[in-house]
């Protein structure tokens, strides 16, 4: 039976305001809470902990590839700041800087991190000297501070949290393969873990890092046919290492500056799952990345058998390892069922007197509202299936969704068209005018330019110059 009642009512319809539906579910679901400063959050337990999956998942691709953790210090000295140009100009409008203590004026400003190139890069000077002493594979989770004007739970904050990769080789190709291969574990994690599926490709010289020489992303497209940039990753060359300084000897006993990439991925990757996934009831989480993968529910968990096989069923499967939890509390089931559908738990297990009178529970699926009478028996040896198939299902819904919402254009009317629908459109075009005039004309922007290239046109239709290269667009949060 396929249950289609839409059982929360406090939560406004996607469909009839994304931005208020978002920020319902992010309040509703106790993901976070407002601070007392504007665009400051507090990740509450529950989003803490999705978070949590995100880097532990991660965290054991980062080490099973040789990178290891650090961390590095909260403040910058400006002048170490001001030492590359381009890198300086990207950050300089939203850096945040400590002026003053409680007793004087500090004789140099100090930046909080809105990034830690810099910091990295000094530290690499003083401890890269041979070539044995590469490559360094470094990562570090951390809080960074951009004082943005526009702020949205998770997605842009004044502070958010993230991991920022920082690597030094001893050659431009190691360097460059380890850039695409950071990509390919980001992209990794929409596939096995946040049943995402991502699309990748390298950023124009307009979006790039400031300070990169070429700029790769992963992007995802939320329900509103909105792109959201969600992790990137950037080859530096040496335009790092050449102000900074970070020299080795070669293995022909010669000096040269080294290779250097940098990559991060952030809380923004909560905002994602919960606007390619959610529906009206609240969220719908990926099993592999829910908190909470089960919960039981007891009715009438006074009697006696009802606490027995609650407490039975919920010790197999915490031993078997799945994040199961009880709900026993004196709150009416129909609040509970509300509750756990807001919070997208995957999979629900109501354990009442009568059904096991049959040896029987009810499992209801969170991601197709399906409900079904099951042996107690049976529950265990059903589960890993059941979250296997729920996770091919969410991705290859969402997956449906990006090929439903990607089009080709041919001409600028077309484009001007598709991009009022909403959802990625690729076109050819000359460079980098064609980019700003339809930046200014539609408000959207370059996502990626793909990897596999093929011009639909070989005049941009912009521009009416010859096309060079056919790139994605997308409105974007």
Known sequence: MNNQKKLVDSVTSRDTDFAQWYTDLCLKAELMD???????????PYGYAIWEGIMQFLDKKLKDTGHQNVYMPLLIPESLFQKEKDHVEGFAPETAMVTTTGYENLTERLIIRPTSETL???HYQKIVNSYRDLPKLYN???S???WEKTTRPFLRGKEFLWQEGHTVHATEAEARKETLDILDIYASIGRELLAIPFVTGRKTEKEKFAGAMETYSIEALMHDGQALQSGTTHYFGQNFSIPFDIKFTNVKNQLEYAYQTSWGVSTRLIG???MVHGDDEGLVLPPYIAPIQIVIIPIQSQKESVKLATDQLFADLKKAGYRVSVDDTSKSPGWKFSEYEMKGVPVRIEIGPRDLERNEVTLVTRHDRNKQIVKTTDVLPMMSKLLSDMHETLYQRALDHVTQHTYEAKTYDEFKAYIKQGG???MSISGEEAEIQIKKDTTATARVIPFEQK????????THQKAVQTVWFARAY
């Open 272 to 274: 994602a799952v919960i």
């Open 120 to 122: 990295f890069c000094t």
């Open 140 to 142: 570090q989770w951390c």
């Open 34 to 44: 407002y601070s007392d400063v504007k665009g400051f959050i507090v990740y509450r």
């Open 424 to 426: 990625y459109v690729a």
């Open 144 to 146: 960074v501070v951009r």
């Open 455 to 462: 011009l639909i046109t070989d005049v941009c239709p912009v």
